[in-house]
């Protein structure tokens, strides 16, 4: 798609919340939606010295893709050592506790890079235009992946030394009502599979699992496997190494 800038997101604009209502910018971030009873000041008052925070200490929490001032996609992702902290559970930004991050989490000493053990970045979502609406001209024009390439030179060039994803089998389901891809997007993008297991998440029978299994049906999938979470994992270090070593025999 012509015209998409994307770039890691800065204090010049945070994006406090998601884009389920369709593209945002400075003029409409604050005008939310009154059809959806979330409580918008809260989520507000809460997310943005949060993603504030996480933006100074770690250079970036997210990455965006805009349009002239609309943001039109969105990839969060945080340390996994954020992930980890007491309070910050899923990190969902339009969630309540224990499903988002506590109100007090801003306030929490967050983990310097240079003291982290696992030097690892977990994407939380990733969204293009709105999943929630019935036209979507941003799906399927390859923002996402651009987004994820972005993301991978960041993470290399700021010392991180791996990045994961949660994925799912590939069902339209999964692209239309949730922040994850399944694993195939993951894969063209270099990423392998780490682990799955049952996603704790999908373990009764309500409509969004009824229609899961009824996809994997059809896709030949086993809709056992379609409830699995697949961890889906980029190693950074070993790019990184062959890049300095490359540069060493050039000097």
Known sequence: MEHVVVEPMTEGFILWRC???GPLSRATIDHCPADNPLPWDRYRRRNLPLLVKLTRVYGACAIVARVGDQIVGQLRFYPKAVCTLEGANGVC?????PSGPADNLAEKDLPPPEHMEDKTLVVHCLMTGSPHQKENPFQRKGIGSCMVRTLIQWARAHGWDRIEADAFEDLPIVYESTGSAGRTFWEKLGFTVADRHPHPALQGQDPFILTLEEQARAAGIDPQRA????VMRMDLTSARAQSQGTSQRSG
């Open 227 to 230: 409830r699995d979470r697949i």
């Open 19 to 21: 884009l389920h209502s």
């Open 93 to 97: 930004l339009q969630q309540d506790y």
